[in-house]
């Protein structure tokens, strides 16, 4: 499982300014702010970190998994911010047949998505199954034995 994410970019507040604006849809907030950088994500959890380079960028492709309604509003949001639109909200069924996304084009290049893979009107809720595995302490496996095993003697019959 991802933890974070770092973005390499040249003009951070350019595109700090762009990502608090475009991800506040989808509950979003910069967590954590020094001259090094600036962590976004949910209260308490900077998973998105964006780094300032005087070197040349790499563009890249970020997702974010999110609500329908979260979709449509995470690209209304960021073409107003000065995102350039790279695919609005809708199905994409070369996925599957669910998979509802937004993408956008930030200010350093980078296509940012946001996703919804559930069924139209699932809950967002982890899988039950998932949810018990995860209370569950994990199963202690059994060392095997450091002694070296037994050889098995061949006997030799006499004639």
Not at 6 to 27: H, M, N, W
Not at 63 to 77: K, L, Y
Not at 130 to 156: E, L
Request: glycine letters at 8%; charged letters at 25%; a positive charge.
């Amino acid at each position: 499982m991802l933890d974070h994410i770092s973005l390499r970019v040249q003009d951070l507040e350019r595109v700090l300014t762009f990502y608090k604006a475009a991800l506040a849809p989808i509950g979003y907030e910069v967590v954590m702010q020094h001259p090094g950088g600036a962590g976004l994500g949910e209260p308490g959890k900077p998973d998105l970190w964006l780094t300032p380079t005087d070197k040349p960028l790499l563009a890249t492709h970020v997702a974010f998994r999110t609500s329908r309604a979260r979709v449509d509003a995470f690209h209304a949001a960021a073409v107003a911010a000065g995102g350039v639109d790279n695919g609005p909200p809708g199905v994409r069924v070369d996925y599957h047949p669910h998979y509802y996304a937004a993408y956008v084009i930030d200010p350093e290049g980078n296509n940012i998505e946001v996703v919804c893979q559930d069924p139209p009107g699932a809950s967002r809720k982890p899988a039950p199954a998932r949810a018990a595995a995860a209370r569950r302490p994990a199963k202690k496996v059994k060392r095997p034995s450091r002694k070296p095993a037994k050889r098995a003697t061949k006997t030799k019959k006499r004639r």
